[in-house]
T-cell receptor
């Protein structure tokens, strides 16, 4: 039973570029959440998708956007990258009433 | 304000010692959920436990135990007879929508267990 898978594992971009991160939820899960974890910090909630719609959003600018596909997989897009966007991006999937399961994350470095 | 505070940044113990990780939360809501997650070097957050605000019973699972006290807004985590494999970053988190809602994490406590 595959858990939450994220791609790519690592990514290096330069300021001003755009990036897309991908997440496949655990089998049977229909809700996907994205978190940003800066070095030495706890994860911060970006947004959550359910039924292909953004249901909740954290305190992140509009440069951060997402999408959920009919197969429940999800993408996180970040435009106009800033140095401060360097972080580990974690995807979590869940099914109502069940705990969130996290992937290993994508480590994004901005030069 | 809704906030989780883990005042201990790093803890170092010798194998077989008991260790307690502290978690203090702030909320004005009466219904909420508290979690502990473990983050090994691989990066994946591993779910350990969830408690809801109406259930103050302490819980024990093998070497792990949790002490939830609403009077002090604390949800502490104790590892008995620690092992090297327990070395990781541990996060306490708060949610208002059961298991699937937005999680508010603390800063994390890095636990190092030395052989």
């Amino acid at each position: 039973d595959a858990g939450v898978t994220q791609s790519p594992t690592h990514l290096i971009k330069t300021r001003g570029q755009q990036v897309t991160l991908r997440c496949s939820p655990k089998s049977g899960h229909d809700t996907v959440s994205w978190y940003q974890q800066a070095l030495g910090q706890g994860p911060q909630f970006i947004f959550q998708y359910y039924e292909e719609e953004e249901r909740q959003r954290g305190n992140f600018p509009d440069r951060f956007s997402g999408h959920q596909f009919p197969n429940y997989s999800s993408e996180l897009n970040v435009n106009a990258l800033l140095l401060g966007d360097s972080a580990l991006y974690l995807c979590a999937s869940s099914l109502k009433g069940q705990p969130q399961h996290f992937g290993d994350g994508t480590r994004l470095s901005i030069l | 304000a809704q906030k989780v505070t883990q005042a201990q940044t790093e803890i170092s113990v010798v194998e077989k010692e008991d260790v307690t990780l502290d978690c203090v939360y702030e909320t004005r809501d009466t219904t909420y959920y508290l979690f502990w997650y473990k983050q090994p070097p691989s990066g994946e957050l591993v779910f350990l436990i969830r408690r809801n605000s109406f259930d103050e019973q302490n819980e024990i699972s093998g070497r792990y135990s949790w002490n939830f006290q609403k009077s002090t807004s604390s949800f502490n985590f104790t590892i008995t007879a620690s092992q090297v494999v327990d070395s990781a970053v541990y996060f306490c988190a708060l949610s208002f929508s059961g298991n699937t809602g937005k999680l508010i994490f603390g800063q994390g406590t890095t636990l190092q267990v030395k052989p």
